[in-house]
Each structure stands twice: as C-alpha cells, then as structure tokens.
C-alpha cells in the first residue's frame, strides 16, 4: 500500500513539476532576449548619433515623441530634430558612450519595453575634454516586429545660470 501512494503521489507530482519546470525558465529567456533587442537597438540609436545622422537617430523615434529633460523641458519629435541638427552643427564632436553596467530593461506588457541606464557625454571645449554623465530611461514602443522610442526621461543636468 506505501508503494502505491508513493507511486501515486510520484505520479501525480511529477507531470506536474515538468510543466512547472519550463514555465519557470520562459521569464528569464524572454527577459535575456528583450534585453539583447534592447541593448542592440540602444547601441544603434547613439551609432546615429555618434555619426551624427540626424535621418537615422529620428527614425527610430515615434512621431508622437515626448522627451523630458529635467533643465530643457518637454519637447517633441520635431523639436528634437531641430534640436539635435543645431547640436551636431555646434558641436562637432559630440559623443555618447553607454556607462558599462548601468543598462536596466524591463517588460512593458502589450506596448513594449522601459530601458533605464547611465551615459557619458563629451565634446571639445577650449582645447579640453567636456564631460558629463546624466542618467535616462526611455520607453520603447513595438509594433509588430518594429521598436521605436515614445518616450525620453533625461535627467541629471546641471541646470544652467
């Protein structure tokens, strides 16, 4: 009689734990995959921006863009456009690098992702380096197999006299 409940509870339970087994390690493949899309698509937005291509950098936000920073405000898609063509007209140099370890991205269910995160800013000024390094986080939006970013949070500025 123990051998039959022990086979039956064995029986009972380990179907169980098989399906409960794979479902435990779908979150964390998925998670590592919408980290790499991210991560990718991160380093893509700020190689246009590194190269300084306005077309490229603004077609990976959504026309109903909203960025906030925390000393310039709110603007939208075509204000960054301008706002980004007069900074690389200014500013020749400018770069960013992603702060190595800072990346975070988390599920946003049925719209997309948030990817939170730390860079570095430089230029050339008066024959120095100008550095800064300001935290973000920006919301991207999927629709169907396309990412874009909706929105920008830019934050850690030292606001200007």
């Known amino acids: 009689m123990k051998r039959f409940v022990r086979g039956l509870i064995l029986g009972s339970l380990l179907p169980c734990l098989l399906l409960v087994a794979p479902a435990?390690?779908?979150p964390d493949k998925a998670q590592a995959e919408l980290f790499q899309t991210i991560a990718g698509l991160d380093t893509e937005i700020f190689d246009a921006f590194n190269k300084h291509d306005v077309a490229r950098l603004m077609s990976l936000f959504t026309e109903d863009l909203?960025?906030?920073?925390?000393?310039?405000g709110l603007s939208n898609y075509a204000e960054n456009t301008d706002g980004f063509k007069k900074m690389f007209a200014s500013t020749p140099d400018i770069r960013r690098d992603l702060e190595a370890g800072s990346l975070q991205v988390f599920p946003i269910k049925g719209y997309g992702a948030m990817e939170i995160g730390r860079h570095r800013f430089c230029h050339k000024e008066n024959g120095k380096d100008e550095c800064g390094t300001f935290g973000f986080a920006?919301?991207?939006?999927?629709?169907?197999?396309?990412?874009?970013?909706?929105?920008?949070?830019?934050?850690?500025?030292?606001p200007s006299h």
């Open 138 to 158: 920006m919301v991207w939006r999927k629709t169907g197999s396309s990412w874009k970013i909706s929105r920008v949070l830019s934050y850690g500025h030292q």
């Open 24 to 26: 435990a390690e779908a």
């Open 66 to 72: 909203e960025f906030y920073h925390d000393t310039g």
